[in-house]
């Protein structure tokens, strides 16, 4: 099968015209009904994340003095608006958007990946899309349908979280600004997951090119927001995420700011739909390279390795680049502080009370830590979807072992987690150590990056668990993962109380580096995982494969 179709006449294109669309309500109602728990999940854990933002910072910061400092801490220091961006108002609605903004965009975006992805190149890859195309189905009608339910998803966003901000007694123009910030940022990214599923032949590259193009904009953000408190550094301008903040909800906001964000959204739609009629059924523009005349597979685990290298190398480079660049802000960490007093307490909670830039370092490598769980959890769950495409049977009627199988799969996510957070943490110690002058910092530094892989594992053993235990709702160990990544990033600055972030498995770690490495932690996290993985295989054993 060839990436472009074969020339067609100008009847044949007539009529591809007129019946291209033919069949997308049938299969948008489709895509909604199997999506009927996905996207409610998503949607309402945006609007909730909102609407608990908005009370943690009322609670937490309770008068306007307060608020003022609060803001004030945070827009004098670089590193924290690398993390979390400026804050535009110290009102209590531009607090409470604050920090949401920047991790709400994110998790609107791989909302829209996923739904895109799904309703395209995984249908064409499982080779449903062929069957459903035997009949009344137009060439764009997957397309458009896939286009439409993430409409919908990020409609219903935008809705619930100025909603939600709005009941919590906030202005309605800047609850409207915020709502849609993270809807528009979400049809951003449905547009390029949209172009990505046309260039590639699978669900794992679209999700993978995407998720590259999620990143750069995310460092592009950090870098921008922390070269300038204003919003107006070009760096900045140049990601789709630093739109949603320069709509600057409840601080004259700027609506003008969703046309570039619906330009961009049009564009990438409109290449998507050029290029899908230019290619066949199961192929993509980009051709996939052909493999060897011999096999050079060995076993389930070579399988496995082929399978997920692809993800794992570009995992590793985008970890890479950030630790590079957030190991060059660490030096001047303590200078940027000054005397405030909250960013400093907001650094100690997420690393630790020891000196400013160790602390620094630590919050970042248990940010990394969080960062690698979805790398690791996906790792385990792409056992799922070996299982439910049909292409784990085959291989477990033959002499494989289903436990020899699994180990294949699981070498990957938890080795390769462990890799991953060294490349990192070797790429942290680096750019700390050529700011500071110090280059033996580097093992001190990849080591602490290093100490968050017993919180790793012990979320991809419970991964492991529901795969084997509850093979249907696997889906919830990104619940598990997006949890942590949500405590992690927002209780510090919000002071959430002790047992509410001791729900995460990376709070019961020592911060490294510059903490106490006490050895029982460590180990009782890894005895989590460890159970919760035999758990999880042993089940799977038992229980039929589909």
């Known amino acids: ?97 604050w920090e949401m903004l920047t991790l709400g965009s994110v998790l609107a975006a791989l909302m829209s990946m996923i739904v895109v992805v799904r309703h395209t190149r995984e249908e064409e890859e499982t080779g449903r899309q062929e069957m459903l195309s035997s009949a009344m189905v137009g060439r764009r009608a997957p397309l458009t349908s896939a286009l439409l339910a993430a409409v919908v998803a990020n409609a219903a966003v935008a809705a619930l979280v100025a909603l939600g901000l709005l009941g919590s007694g906030l202005p309605a123009a800047g609850s409207l600004a915020a709502g849609l910030a993270l809807g528009g940022t979400g049809l951003v990214f449905a547009a390029v997951a949209a172009l990505a599923a046309q260039l590639t032949e699978s669900a794992r590259l679209a999700k993978g090119l995407t998720g590259a193009a999620l990143g750069a904009a995310f460092v592009l953000r950090a870098a921008g927001d922390a070269d300038r408190a204003d919003g107006s550094s070009p760096l900045a301008w140049a990601s789709p995420l630093a739109w949603a903040r320069n709509l600057r909800p409840y601080a004259d906001e700027r609506f003008w700011v969703l046309l570039p964000m619906a330009a961009l959204a049009v564009a990438g739609a409109a290449a998507a739909y050029a290029l899908a009629g230019r290619r066949d059924i199961g192929a993509g523009l980009l051709a996939a390279r052909p493999g060897p005349a011999a096999g050079r597979i060995g076993g389930p685990h070579g399988l496995a390795w082929r399978l997920q290298r692809g993800s794992l190398l570009g995992w590793g480079t985008g970890l890479a680049l950030a630790g590079l660049v957030f190991g060059g802000m660490a ?216």
């Open 331 to 546: 030096e001047g960490a303590g200078d940027l502080l000054g005397d405030n007093q909250q960013s400093r307490e907001i650094i100690e909670r997420m690393g630790g009370a020891q000196g400013i830039t160790d602390a620094f370092l630590a919050a970042m490598a248990g940010l990394f830590g969080m960062i690698t769980a979805i790398q690791a959890a996906g790792a385990v769950l792409r056992m799922r979807g070996e299982e439910t495409s049909g292409r784990a049977e085959p291989v477990l009627a033959g002499a494989v072992h289903r436990l020899r199988w699994a180990a294949g799969h699981l070498l990957v996510a938890f080795a390769g987690s462990a890799a991953l957070l060294a490349v990192c943490g070797l790429a942290m110690g680096t750019g700390y150590g050529l700011a500071a002058g110090e280059p033996g910092a580097v093992w001190r530094v990849t080591g602490g990056v290093l100490a968050q892989v017993p919180a790793v594992w012990a979320l991809a053993g419970a991964t492991v668990l529901l795969f084997g235990v509850l093979p249907g709702a696997t889906g919830a160990a990104w619940g598990l993962v997006g949890g942590a990544l949500v405590l992690g990033w927002l209780g510090p600055a919000l002071d959430l109380p002790q047992p509410v972030m001791n729900l995460t498995p990376f709070t019961h770690l020592p911060k490294l580096p510059g903490g106490d490495p006490a050895a029982a932690p460590y180990l009782w996290l890894l005895l989590v995982a460890a159970a919760a993985t035999a758990a999880g295989l042993a089940a799977f054993r038992r229980r039929d494969v589909g």
């Open 1 to 97: 099968m060839t990436a472009l179709a074969p020339p067609r006449t100008a009847a044949d294109r007539t009529g591809a015209s007129r019946h291209d669309l033919a069949g997308t309500g049938a299969l948008l109602r489709l895509a909604l009904r199997r999506d009927r728990v996905l996207i409610p999940v998503w949607v309402l854990v945006l609007a909730l994340l909102a609407v608990q933002n908005a009370a943690a910072v009322e609670q937490f910061y309770p008068t306007a003095a307060e608020r003022a400092e609060l803001a004030a801490s945070m827009n004098a220091n670089t590193s924290m608006r690398a993390l979390y961006g400026p804050a535009f108002s110290s009102s209590l609605g531009g607090l409470a958007v």
